[in-house]
């Protein structure tokens, strides 16, 4: 069975960093797309950016986040990061990381209702 938990979540001041973890596991490391999303209160859940094996890995981000935020994997530990950089109030959300496989797409997507397992969430709260 898929699973994915995320981890990594907790309160920042403005400008600060943050690394979220998600630890996969139920599928092997091929033919697979993990996407990071996010879900402020009232807001619909939206695409952070996405990474693939059909792709030797290239992350893709939404254009909000592209500056500041990178995506990485270690494939020893089946883990995906999301490091976030340069905080602002506005990424305060709920962060979801999220798991399509198989996946045989040419790279990875940020299309919501394309995954099929979502982990639980982190709270990502950025305030001074």
């Known amino acids: 069975q898929v699973q994915v938990v995320e981890s990594g979540g907790g309160l920042v001041q403005p400008g600060g960093s943050l690394r979220l973890s998600c630890a996969a596991s139920?599928?092997?490391?091929?033919?697979?797309?993990i996407g990071w999303f996010r879900q402020a209160p009232g807001e619909l859940r939206e695409g952070v950016g996405c990474?693939?094996?059909?792709?030797?890995?290239?992350?893709h981000y939404t254009h909000s986040v592209k500056d500041g935020f990178t995506i990485s994997g270690d494939n020893g530990k089946n883990t995906v990061y999301l490091q976030m950089n340069s905080l602002k109030a506005e990424d305060t959300a709920v962060y979801y990381c999220a798991v399509r496989y198989p996946w045989y797409g040419s790279s990875c997507t940020m299309d919501v209702y394309e995954y099929t397992s979502w982990g639980q969430g982190t709270q990502v709260t950025v305030s001074s």
């Open positions: 139920g599928f092997t490391l091929d033919y697979y797309t």
């Open positions: 990474i693939s094996s059909n792709d030797d890995g290239f992350a």
